[in-house]
């Protein structure tokens, strides 16, 4: 599981950075920022998912990955503005465009597993 969850989080530490880095964060802090953010808000949706395998507070579907991955984002944001101080409604594009990004990379990923 560990193990499973490290390499989620590099993955999605990869794809949500260049990401930002494209939509023109390239300062230090800035990268710094969307890596921190990342430490955050990944291994707690990952270990959710895991508690949730386990314990079977809900049942899974696509329904609520998506709320879950909503839940994500408004975080992502919320803490994009609050630590970058930068234009909200960029902050929200900015968080959707990496979060569908990181996610679409990793349906690719596991479709070819």
Known sequence: MINEMIVALLITILVESMV???????????????????VITNPALN???????????????LGIIYVLEALVVLVEWRL????????????LAL??????????FGLLLLSSL
């Not at 930002?20 to 990342?38: F, T, Y």
Request: charged share 20%; with cysteine; hydrophobic share 45%.
């Open 20 to 38: 930002a880095r494209l939509a023109g964060l390239r300062q230090r802090h800035e990268s710094s920022a969307v890596v921190c953010i990342n």
């Open 47 to 61: 270990y959710f998912l895991w508690l949730n395998a386990y314990y079977r507070f809900v049942d899974m579907n």
């Open 95 to 104: 968080s959707l465009l990496m979060n569908f990004c990181s996610y679409a």
């Open 80 to 91: 994009l503005v609050f630590t970058l101080r930068r234009d909200p409604k960029r902050m």
